[in-house]
């Protein structure tokens, strides 16, 4: 079975600071991954998402994410981090064989100090 | 062109009630996913439907039901309501393609007293 795991569950950063937020998965093949954010209070917004081909992605607001298949990690990567930034943030691996069902990491909530 | 919807945003029910909650996909989108997000986790599979048909099921009670509509549109209804019933739960859309992405809906968020 698919899981995903975000050996972190809070992060602090300064406003400015770059930024890097852990995921590892487990997946028979090729994966479909994805980093969606949540603000509080609310649903789930796409940051960006690994199909195939390159293994850099980019995403909305200045987030990039690399695939890396030799250490099955998605991390997701800012270089400068804005206030508004401050949100929780969740990785998911997606069942290419079921509908691309996704299944999501424990969450990890970044808070963005000034 | 709208984004997901659900209603309703709040609801509170009592032990043993049951609920039903509706969404909206996007216009286009044939696929609806539910999901269910107890506070402080990641949200959690709970069912898939495609073209009227499920697609896919995770791992909750015969409890959780759901259905799509000819317009593509959504309900989950939850029976016996338990107190672990409380969270969000979101609804999401997809094209039916290969390479899905799904979007979501702000949720819906469940509170059993």
């Known amino acids: 079975a698919q899981s995903v795991t975000q050996p972190d569950i809070h992060i602090t950063v300064s406003e400015g600071a770059s930024l890097e937020l852990r995921c590892n998965y487990s997946y028979g093949a090729t994966p479909y991954l994805f980093w969606y954010v949540q603000s509080p209070g609310q649903g789930l917004q796409l940051l960006l998402k690994?199909?195939?081909?390159?293994?850099l992605v980019q995403g909305i607001k200045g987030f990039e994410a690399e695939f890396k298949r030799s250490q099955s990690s998605f991390n997701l990567r800012k270089p400068s981090v804005h206030w508004s930034d401050a949100a929780e943030y969740f990785c998911a691996v997606g069942d290419r064989n079921a509908g691309n069902m996704l299944t999501f990491g424990g969450g990890t909530r970044l808070m963005v100090k000034p | 062109d709208a984004g997901v919807t659900q209603s309703p945003t709040h609801l509170i029910k009592t032990r043993g009630q049951h609920v039903t909650l509706r969404c909206s996909p996007i216009?286009?989108?044939?696929?609806v996913s539910w999901y269910q997000q107890v506070l402080g986790q990641g949200p959690q599979f709970i069912f898939q439907?495609?073209?009227?048909?499920?697609?896919g099921r995770g791992n909750f009670p015969d409890r959780f039901s759901a259905r799509q509509f000819p317009n593509y549109s959504s309900e989950l209804n939850v029976n016996a309501l338990l107190l672990g019933d409380s969270a969000l739960y979101l609804c999401?859309?997809?094209?039916?393609?290969?390479?899905?992405?799904?979007?979501f809906g702000p949720g819906t968020r469940l509170l059993v007293l």
């Open positions: 690994y199909f195939s081909g390159d293994t």
């Open positions: 216009s286009g989108h044939k696929s």
């Open positions: 439907y495609y073209e009227k048909e499920e697609r």
């Open positions: 999401a859309s997809s094209l039916p393609r290969t390479q899905e992405t799904q979007y």
